[in-house]
Structures are given as structure tokens and as C-alpha cells.
């Protein structure tokens, strides 16, 4: 395994082998075997037209062999950051085609998160869309390059002639297939990818997941969701999140045959129009995206007939809101995922009862997941009650990467991985999520750090003390409320705030959308500060000034 991960112990591995789930053979294998099976199967759409099995795997073979060229090497790592264009599929399976490991970017990543992952991973490669929203990101790579020493490529879509950049477009059309035959075939154990933690820590950590690990894990899901060649699945949500990559996600889909769409934007039009021109059947959402799908009066004009399954997760769907999903997409129905980055994904399945379709938020998807809801001193709780959430299996890691320490923690010694979730067993079996125990805003399925945030707030010369919370919201679920006990003297407004986060460069959606100056903080009996206090405080604002 990748150097700074923890492997699953040898004889548990050895089960997960035995028994099938974990079989031989990397992401780039799943996708020739499909180009032999299918090859004239629609695979990949987005607005420039859709490709084949066999066309994509051909772009993805030239890609691999331009990648090689240019001087990566097996198990380097690399920042790939970008958006839901065709391009995201093809340098992703070039990559595991040699063995190289991405680091699952968002696109909303700036300087400061990216300068961390490529300290932390010592990557060599930054793969970026240009002027994606009139974005630089150029010159954020360059930045990003300067400090980072291992990082000596960058490789950007379409053409151009930057002299320090490589481009897509000439790659995808080149010659070469100079991977075929030497292609490294990779350990089941191998790591394939590192996705990003939701974060609850000051920095976010790095998820490593294996080829063996993720395939299982969509592959069931596939199962479970009943997904064929019929299905046409779309990625409106960003494709490097779990949701939307693997869990169930575009990895599924592929696995068995089915048509993937992009889509490179969550505006209720453009999904709307996506949905309508590749007939597509399964929609992933989180509730803030399926509220604005509903809330758009552009809905009407557009044929939506062909979804089936609208699956709704990152953050919990309320029953109310399952109610009025079902009433607005007639023939699809709303099912809950509940998963997370770090592996275990529960779903509510076609044929539950539409009362656990409404109230739960789906059970594990393997039979081999192990999962426990346990009181504070880890003792499990009784049936019914609400616990902590934690789990261990064939597709949940057992540490996280370069995170020793961290591990210690956000693992038991048994390998059981610390949700943060508080949930409890539902009378069917499967799980409602009622809470959480973790320092995180979840603000529209994307997660916030507030430690991360408040570490930034701290070296504001304004502020003495900082706690940033959640604050309920109708639509995101979420969104971030700064509270701050100002110097003496000083003062502060939330454009000043925000303004300050700006030059720290760090992704847009992490900035608080409130700030509520205090001249003390609320303290619990231990004489921390008290944030379920501060929650109560701004929930109860938010409610009066509604009201007025
Ligand atoms: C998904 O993954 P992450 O890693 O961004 O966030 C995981 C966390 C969970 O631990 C939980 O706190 C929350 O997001 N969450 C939900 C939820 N789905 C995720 N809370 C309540 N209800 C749900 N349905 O968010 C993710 C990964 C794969 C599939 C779906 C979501």
C-alpha cells in the first residue's frame, strides 16, 4: 500500500478476497473490460456530444501514454482539479490506467488548500480547467508550483502555449497508446485515489481509497439501486465528491454497462436541460440542489420523464421533503443516501416501504459492513436509542493519510471508523441519522471545518476569541455563523471579516455568511465554550427576525 496509509489487517483482507468482493484488477481494468463487453454502448455525454466504451477507453489509453511521456510514473501523486467535463473521466481512468494516485480537488479549491495537498503528498502534477468560471487557475497552479518543489507539471484542458504547461486537447488526439503491454496491474490493495474528508480538524485530511475498495463498493451500490444498461445516471454534483464519483456515482454506472452524463453546473436550467437531452434516470442531489430544482419556475419547460430514482444525500432529507419530491417528479422515486468519503454508503433500496423510504436514511449496502451505534464510553446502546454511528468493512479505510495521530483518535483500536454521526437503529433495521457529534458545518452537503475556519478568524488582528457554528437555514440546511469576542476597542463587520478570509485564499463556500460580535462566550460546567449554546443563540435570532 502507498506509503502513510493503513492497510485492512492481512486475514481480514484475506476474507474480503476470499469471499469475492475484493477481486484483482484497477479502475482502468473495470473500463477495458467494459470497451471489450460493450464497445458501441453510449458511455460518456456532456454538451460536446456523447463517446463510446471503446472511444473513451481509446482517449483514455492515448492520455495514459502522453501522461508517461511527460514523465509520470506509477504511485505519483498528483492534484487533479476538475470540473464535470468529459476530460474529468478521461485523465481519471488515464491515471489509474499507470498506477498514478490522484487527489480528488475541488474546483472550488484555492491556493491555500492546494498548496497543503501538494505539501502533504509531495505531488508532482496539477491538472486544472482553465478560465473554468473565468477562473485563473494558471496562475493559482503556478503559485501553487512555487511553493511546492515536487510539483513540476501542470497540465491544463484544452490547447495553448504556455511553454510550462501541457494541454488536453493535443493529448487526447495524439498518436501514442505507449501504454499498452506495460501497463502495471495493480494490487487490489493498491490505492487508486485520495478523496478529501468533509473535515472536522484544522486542515483536511487526505482518504485513501483502493481500487479493490471502491469498485466493491460501487458495484454493490449498482446492485442495491438495481442499475443496468438501461440507466443513465448524471453528475451534477461535483464528480471528484463521493456522491457523484463512485457512491453510488459515475463508477457505478460504468460498472455495469450504463450511460454517464455531466453536467458542469447546478443551475436548475442546465440540469434541467441535461436531464431532458440524455434521458437520464437516476439523479444524485443534495436537499439544497433538489429544493432549487423545485423551487424553479423553469421546471415545466423541460421533459423529465425519464428519471426514475432521485437520490438525495450529503445532508439529511427531512420527511416533508421526501413528500414533496415524490409529488414534483412523478415516476422517479426519492431515496436516501447516506454516505461518506471515508467508505461505508447506506441507502434506502426500491422496495422498502414508503414509510422507510420517507424515514430512514437507508441501511449499509454490503452484508460485510459491521457497523455498531455506541454511547460516549463505547459501550453500544440500547436498541432504539441514539448513539454514535461507527463502522467497519470491505470499503471503509482504516486511517486516514499521513494522519497518525489523527487516527488515533478517529478510529478504535478494533479498526471501527468514528463516524461523528449520530444515529439510531430504526425498528426495519436500517439507520435514521438524528445528529452529530463532529465540529462541522454541513451547508448544503458541503462540508465546513469550523476549527479550519476559526484557526483563520484567530490571526485577525480584531479578534480575541472565536467559535464558528452552524445556523439552520431553509434551504442549504446550513450555512456558517461566525461569533467573536472582538479586542478591546476593536471592531469588526462580516465584509471585513470575509475580505481578511479572502487573502488566505481558501475555497468560497467556507466564508461565514453571519457574524455575531459577543462580549463573552456561553460556557458549558467544564468551562469550555459551550457552541450547542451558541447554535440555541442564532437559531433563536434567526426565528424572531423571521417573525418580524
Ligand atoms: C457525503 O460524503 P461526505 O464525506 O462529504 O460527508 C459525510 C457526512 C456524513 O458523515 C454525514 O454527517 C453527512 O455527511 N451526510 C448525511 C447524509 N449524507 C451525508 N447526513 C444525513 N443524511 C444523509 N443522507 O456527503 C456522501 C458520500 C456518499 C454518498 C452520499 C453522501
Not at 102 to 112: D, E, G, K, N
Not at 239 to 264: K, S, Y
Not at 270 to 282: C, G, L, M, N, Y
Not at 423 to 437: A, F
Request: proline share 6%; glycine share 8%.
Amino acid at each position: 500500500m502507498l506509503e502513510g496509509c493503513t492497510p485492512w489487517p492481512e486475514e481480514v483482507a484475506r476474507d474480503y478476497l476470499s469471499s469475492g468482493c475484493w477481486q484483482a484488477g484497477s479502475l482502468a481494468d473495470m473500463l477495458e473490460a467494459g470497451a471489450r463487453q460493450w464497445p458501441e454502448r453510449p458511455c460518456l455525454s456532456d454538451n460536446s456530444g456523447t463517446l463510446s466504451y471503446a472511444e473513451l477507453n481509446r482517449l483514455t489509453e492515448r492520455v495514459a501514454g502522453e501522461f508517461l511521456a511527460a514523465g509520470l510514473q506509477p504511485r505519483d501523486i498528483v492534484l487533479l482539479q476538475l470540473p464535470n467535463i468529459r476530460e474529468f473521466v478521461i485523465v481519471f481512468f488515464a491515471l489509474h490506467r499507470i498506477g498514478v494516485v490522484p487527489v480528488m480537488c475541488l474546483p472550488a479549491h484555492r491556493h491555500s488548500e492546494l498548496a497543503y495537498f501538494a505539501q502533504l503528498t509531495g505531488a508532482r502534477a496539477h491538472i486544472f480547467a482553465q478560465g473554468y468560471r473565468g477562473y485563473d487557475f494558471l496562475a493559482m497552479a503556478r503559485e501553487v508550483q512555487a511553493g511546492a518543489p515536487a510539483l513540476t507539471l501542470l497540465f491544463a484542458t484544452g490547447s495553448g502555449t504556455a511553454p510550462d504547461v501541457r494541454y488536453l486537447a493535443p493529448m487526447m488526439e495524439a498518436a501514442s497508446a505507449a501504454v499498452d503491454g506495460e501497463k502495471p496491474l495493480a494490487d487490489p490493495g493498491d490505492v487508486a485515489f485520495l478523496l478529501l474528508s468533509g473535515g472536522t480538524t484544522g486542515v483536511p485530511k487526505l482518504i485513501p481509497r483502493t481500487h479493490a475498495d471502491y469498485l466493491y463498493n460501487a458495484r454493490i451500490c449498482a446492485s442495491v439501486l438495481g442499475w443496468d444498461a438501461g440507466t443513465v445516471f448524471l453528475a451534477a454534483l461535483p464528480a471528484a465528491h463521493n456522491f457523484a464519483l463512485g457512491a453510488p456515482g459515475i463508477i457505478a454506472a460504468l460498472a455495469v454497462g450504463a450511460g454517464v452524463a455531466l453536467c458542469a453546473s447546478t443551475d436548475a436550467e442546465d440540469v434541467f436541460a441535461a436531464i431532458e437531452r440524455h434521458r437520464v434516470t437516476v439523479l444524485p442531489a443534495t436537499p439544497a440542489l433538489i429544493i432549487a430544482l423545485m423551487n424553479s419556475p423553469r421546471r415545466e419547460q423541460y421533459d423529465l420523464s425519464s428519471l426514475r430514482q432521485i437520490l438525495v444525500g450529503g445532508q439529511r432529507m427531512l420527511p416533508e421533503l421526501f413528500d414533496r419530491v415524490r409529488g414534483t417528479f412523478a415516476g422517479a422515486i426519492p431515496l436516501h443516501a447516506f454516505g461518506m468519503a471515508e467508505g461505508l454508503t447506506n441507502l434506502t433500496r426500491p422496495d422498502d416501504t414508503a414509510a422507510v423510504q420517507r424515514e430512514t436514511q437507508g441501511r449499509p449496502v454490503s452484508p460485510l459492513d459491521e457497523f455498531r451505534i455506541v454511547d460516549e464510553a463505547g459501550a453500544a446502546v440500547p436498541a432504539g436509542e441514539v448513539g454514535e454511528l461507527i463502522v467497519r468493512g470491505p470499503y471503509t479505510i482504516r486511517g486516514y493519510y499521513r494522519a497518525e495521530e489523527h487516527n488515533r483518535n478517529a478510529f478504535t483500536a478494533d479498526g471501527y471508523f468514528r463516524t461523528g454521526d449520530l444515529v439510531r437503529l430504526h425498528p426495519t433495521g436500517n439507520l435514521v441519522v438524528d445528529g452529530r457529534m463532529k465540529d462541522m458545518i454541513n451547508r448544503g452537503g458541503e462540508k465546513i471545518s469550523a476549527e479550519e475556519i476559526e484557526n483563520l478568524i484567530l490571526s485577525h488582528q480584531a479578534v480575541q476569541m472565536v467559535a464558528v457554528v452552524a445556523m439552520p437555514d431553509p434551504v442549504m440546511g446550513e450555512r456558517s455563523c461566525a461569533f467573536v469576542i472582538a479586542k478591546n476597542g476593536a471592531t469588526l463587520t462580516l465584509a471585513g471579516l470575509n475580505e481578511f478570509l479572502m487573502t488566505k485564499r481558501i475555497a468560497k463556500f467556507k466564508l461565514p455568511e453571519r457574524l455575531e460580535l459577543l462580549e463573552s462566550f456561553p460556557v458549558t460546567a467544564m468551562g469550555k465554550v459551550s457552541k450547542k449554546a451558541l447554535r440555541e443563540r442564532i437559531a433563536g435570532k434567526l426565528q424572531s427576525e423571521n417573525a418580524a
